[in-house]
């Protein structure tokens, strides 16, 4: 028995032309382009850094260290100076790592140079095929994550691509084309899948450092010794971007532990900021320069210390990744979803269509084109918009000099 599927007035549902396949291609070409822009990017720099998993660790002696600021910059940097010797060469170096970290706040900077005080002897790495270049610290690989992001326009692009030009009359009307469908739909829905959990791992990445970490660190801070500590300075800092200006807590402070001075600036465990000047405000004017007070330093690391170790609610800004987990959980599922439905068996498809009608059957479309036209004009634009914001502060970041990947 023979299945026959009609459009109203009998017309056969055609691919585009050229043309109108060229058009398409020059819209995909651009997410494709960006894709192989910033992978070839992001590349360079996973492969600059994993290299220096090669080099040689050897003996190296802690010169002197510090902590700086740039010139005209806020940032607080790491001034380290090492010797060390290589095949019986001696060398000097002041290079931290690849990529010579800044740091906003002073306590980030404290705890990170802590390992590294004058005098001491600690491990570092030797370029083997240029001796004179060493780091101190290799760093991790976590930037290799973000390759998944223009992997993401690249398969969208190349593969639109890929699917225009090879689309024709011919195999549409083909005995196999359900089986082509099938196929198209299933690739498709892991392609959804893999989006999907992109977003899950995105938001479960950002969901750990901003909200599981802190709450981890305020914990343990209970068991902190109480320390008098004296205000170097205090100011209510302002953080400008285009959804407004919110605010955060900027006490700089020192301390003693044996006989050795600290200084600290870290109010909470929580580092972001958020809106309400007044109640910043009100903190800072109960501590004013000179000011001597109750802080808390961890016996095991005397470089940590912390104002305010208790719960406020600026906690709850950290479950804000969630929302990427759920979105990307919900994606995961729905398209799963479909995938498993476009898996039956050959024979079970072919029986399910192998009925006759009298009158040819019409199939219409749930939205018209125009509607299909603004929905994928709308995601594009969304999306777009928000991968914007990110791209055009890393262009910023690489066009300075400092490129910047986490934001």
Same mark, same amino acid.
């Given at each position: ?43 360079? !720099? ?19 260290? /510090? ?6 910059? %806020? ?16 060398? !000097? ?95 498709? /829905? ?30 343990? /801070? ?57 109640? %910043? ?58 995938? %498993? ?17 009298? !009158? ?7 939205? /018209? ?39």
């Amino acid at each position: 028995m023979n299945f026959q599927f009609s459009n109203s007035g009998g017309r056969s549902k055609k691919t585009p032309g050229v043309f109108g396949k060229m058009g398409i291609s020059l819209f995909l070409s651009v997410f494709l382009a960006l894709g192989l822009f910033f992978f070839y990017m992001l590349g360079l !720099e996973v492969i600059s850094r994993a290299s220096v998993f090669s080099w040689e660790k050897t003996q190296c002696h802690i010169q002197s260290s /510090s902590i700086g600021q740039q010139s005209g910059d %806020k940032q607080h940097v790491l001034r380290v100076k090492y010797s060390y010797e290589y095949k019986g060469v001696r060398y !000097e170096s002041d290079r931290f790592s690849m990529d010579d970290p800044e740091y906003d706040k002073y306590s980030k900077a404290s705890q990170a140079i802590a390992p590294y005080e004058q005098g001491s002897t600690t491990d570092c790495y030797v370029n083997p095929k240029s001796p004179s270049e060493a780091v101190l610290s290799r760093g991790g690989l976590w930037i290799a994550l973000f390759l998944l992001i223009p992997l993401i326009f690249i398969a969208v692009g190349g593969g639109g691509i890929y699917a225009v030009w090879t689309t024709s009359n011919d195999t549409a009307k083909s005995r196999y084309a359900k089986r082509a469908t099938s196929r198209s739909a299933s690739s498709n /829905s892991w392609v959804g899948v893999i989006f999907g959990g992109v977003f899950f791992l995105v938001g479960l990445g950002l969901f750990y450092p901003f909200f599981v970490l802190p709450l981890m660190n305020l914990s343990d /801070s209970q068991s902190w010794t109480p320390t008098d500590c004296t205000v170097i300075s205090s100011s209510v800092k302002s953080h400008h971007s285009d959804d407004g200006t919110t605010y955060s807590v900027e006490i700089f402070y020192r301390y003693e532990v044996n006989g050795t001075t600290y200084k600290s600036d870290r109010y909470e465990f929580f580092g972001g900021s958020s809106s309400g000047y007044d109640s %910043k405000k009100k903190v800072v004017r109960d501590h004013p320069p000179g000011k001597t007070f109750t802080c808390y330093v961890n016996p095991e690391a005397p470089s940590e210390a912390v104002i305010n170790r208790g719960f406020s609610w600026s906690f709850l800004l950290g479950l804000i990744p969630l929302i990427f987990m759920v979105l990307g959980l919900a994606v995961m599922f729905l398209f799963g979803k479909t995938q %498993k439905s476009t898996a039956l068996p050959t024979h079970a498809r072919e029986a399910s269509t192998s009925f006759s009608f009298a !009158e040819p059957l019409e199939l219409k479309p749930t939205s /018209s084109r125009m509607g299909k036209l603004l929905g994928i004009t709308f995601a594009a634009l969304f999306w777009n918009g928000i991968v914007s914001v990110f791209l055009y502060h890393v262009w910023e970041s690489w066009s300075s000099g400092s490129p910047e990947w986490f934001l």
